[in-house]
C-alpha cells in the first residue's frame, strides 16, 4: 500500500509540475503578445504610412530599382489571365513579370499563349539555382514585361528557382500566382531598399484577407469583412500576426519569415544561399533564415525588413477541412527549418534572430501547442479531481482569454488607427466581435492543427495536400 501510495503521490506531483509548466508558458506567451502590440505601435508612429499613390510616385520613382516578379503557376487556367494582368497593370518605372508554368496539368500554358499572343523566344541565362527542366519560353510583343516559363514540375521552390534564373533584375519578388497586389504595391514594398539600399536584402509586406472585399478586374476596390465566419477569424488572426507580430520582430532585428504570398528580395542574396530549398513545404521561412545565417556568419551588416501597410490580398480557406490542411502544412514547414537550422536556437552567434526570434519560435511554435495540449486535459482534470479550486481555475481563465482578447481587440485598433483600411463601423463592429469570439474555440482547435502538422513532420509526410479555392468574384 505504501508503494502505490508513493507512486501516486509522484504521479499527482508530475501532473502539478506540468500544470505548472502550462501556466507559466501561457503567460510568457501572453505577455509576448503584449510585448509585440507595444513594439508595434511604436514602429507605427515612428514610421507613419506615406499618402496617396502621388506622392508616394515623386518620392520613390526615380531612385526605385528594376524589380521581376516571379509567380509560380500549377493549374491555374482558369483563374491565370486576370491574375497577370493584374500585375502588368502594377504602378511601378521598371519591372518585369516571369510566369512559370510549373508543368501544369490543365490548359495554363495555352491559356497564356492565346490571351497574351506568346511566341517560343530566348534568353540566355545561367542554372545557379537548382530547378527542373526548363521546355521553353515565350514573350511577345504586345506585352514585353511578360516572360513565360515552361518547365516539368517540380513544387514551388523548384519553379521560383528558375524564375530566380531567368531574371535580370536586381530585385526579385516572390508572390502566389492568385495573390491580388495593390496597385502601387510594389514602390511601398521597395521603400526599405531605396531608404537603405546597402543593408536591406529583404522585405516582407502585409498579407490581408480578400474574402468580403469587391474585387474587380484583378483589384480590391472595397474592402470588407467576410460573411464566412473562417474567414472572418481569419482576418482578425492576419491581423495579428502581420501587423503586430512581424512588425515588432522587424523593428527587433528578429523577423524569421517573410510570407510566401508576397516579399522582395535582393536577388545576388538568394542566389548566394543557393536559391529556393527543396524538400520543404516552407521554403518562404527557410529562405529567410538562411539570409540570417549567410550574413551573420560573414559579419556583414544587413536589414529584413517588413512593411505594415497592405500590399497583397489572399483568398482563405471557408471550410474547415482545407484550414486544417493549410495550417498543419504551414506548422510542419516552420518545424522543417527550425530542425534544419536548430544550431540557431538561443546561440548568441545569430544576435538576436538566435536569442529573440528562434527563442519565440521554441516558445510558442515548438513547446506551445504540446504544452497547451497539455493544458486542455490537465486542468480540468485537476478541478475535477479537487487539486484545483474552483476560484483559481475561474482566475486563470480569465487571465488567459482575458489576454487573448486584448491582444486581438488591440491589432484590430491598431490597423484602424494607423491604417483606416475598413470603411465603416459596421465592418470593424463584426471584426470586433470576431476578435472577442477567435479567443473560444477557433485558436484552441487552431492548436489541435499545429500538433497534426508537429505529427506529420516527425512522421515525415510529404506533400501540400489538396487545397481548393473558390477564386475571387468581380464585382
Sequence with gaps: MNGLHALAHGVIQVAQSIAWAVIVTGLLQNTLYLLQLVLAARALSQNPSIGTPTVLWRRFADAAPPITLMAPAYNEALTIVESIRSLLALQYPNFEVVVVNDGSKDETLQVLIDAFELTPTQRHYHLTAACAPIRGLYSGAKQPKLLVVDKENGGKSDALNAALNLSRAPIVCSMDADSLLEPDALLRAVRPFVEDPE???????????????????????????????????????????????????????????????????????????????????GEDMELVVKLHKHFRRLGKPYRIAFTPEPVCWTEAPESWSVLARQRARWHRGAMETIFRHRDMILNPRYGRVGIIGFGHILLVDVLGPIIEAFGYVLIPAFWLLGLLSLDYLLAMLAVT???????????????????????????????????????FGYRQINNLWRLRGLWQFMTGAQGWGSMTRKGFRSA
Design 199 to 281: 543593408r536591406t536584402v529583404a522585405v516582407g509586406g502585409t498579407i490581408r484577407i480578400a474574402n468580403g472585399c469587391k474585387i474587380s478586374h484583378g483589384r480590391v476596390v472595397e474592402v470588407g469583412a467576410p460573411r464566412n465566419l473562417l474567414a472572418l477569424l481569419q482576418t482578425v488572426e492576419y491581423l495579428r500576426a502581420f501587423l503586430m507580430a512581424r512588425l515588432a520582430w522587424s523593428k527587433l532585428d528578429a523577423l524569421t519569415i517573410i510570407s510566401g504570398a508576397f516579399g522582395l528580395f535582393r536577388r545576388q542574396a538568394v542566389l548566394d544561399v543557393g536559391g529556393y530549398s527543396h524538400g520543404t513545404v
Design 401 to 439: 482569454f482575458g489576454f487573448g482578447v486584448v491582444i486581438s481587440v488591440g491589432a484590430l485598433a491598431l490597423e484602424e488607427v494607423e491604417l483606416r483600411r475598413f470603411p465603416n463601423a459596421k465592418s470593424l463592429l463584426i471584426l470586433m466581435g470576431a476578435a472577442v469570439l477567435e479567443n
